[in-house]
């Protein structure tokens, strides 16, 4: 009767525990060259929130592909092995680094060519290294607005001036874009 008891609880566990995990997707409305937000847990993303009321810290570029759901994104230092810059991430791995694993959806109000030209010109951008400074590379909500401004389309509403001293330009911060007519957040 123990074994028999023992078995019942355990077998189910085994069973769930060697079942294959899902991969994160999408919602429906949602293709490539459309934006993902997330607020992170890293010291850029407290900066970030203490200047924007967007409530995200982080925006990338959905890229879906027969394979899977990638996000084209700029990041200091996400890496284990340091890369810092542009890079292309599964899906899955930009929702780990989100806090509580929350992401938000949002369309870019575009035709389909324009959205491949947006994934296109953020896939020209691999290996970019991070900066706020524009003459030294791309941080993630410059990427998202330089992608689609090359694709005809404008997302930002402005630019924000703060006082850093490594700030000197106005940066686009996610209230810059989640505030943008051309964008539809999708549930």
């Known amino acids: 009767m123990r074994h028999t008891l023992c078995a019942g609880f355990l077998l189910p566990a085994l ?6 995990l899902q991969a994160a997707v999408p919602p429906p409305g949602i293709q490539s060259g459309d934006l993902v937000f997330r607020d992170g847990g890293e010291a850029i993303s407290d900066i970030v929130r203490s200047i924007d009321n967007s409530g995200f810290s982080h925006v990338g570029i959905v890229d879906i592909t027969p394979e899977g759901t990638y996000v084209i994104h700029a990041t200091p230092q996400e890496h284990p092995d340091g890369i810092s810059g542009v890079n292309r991430d599964p899906l899955d791995f930009f929702i780990e680094h989100a806090k509580d694993g929350q992401v938000a959806w949002y369309a870019v109000q575009a035709d389909s060519e324009n959205h491949r030209r947006a994934r296109d010109n953020a896939l020209a951008q691999l290996g970019t290294p991070f900066s706020i400074n524009p003459q030294d590379g791309l941080y993630c909500t410059q990427l998202a607005a330089d992608t689609w401004q090359s694709a005809g389309v ?34």
């Open 15 to 20: 069973l769930t525990a060697a079942l294959p």
């Open 154 to 187: 404008t997302i930002i509403t402005g630019k924000t001036r703060l006082s850093l001293p490594l700030a000197e330009e106005p940066l686009i911060l996610p209230e810059n874009i989640t505030r943008s007519p051309q964008l539809r957040r999708i549930p």
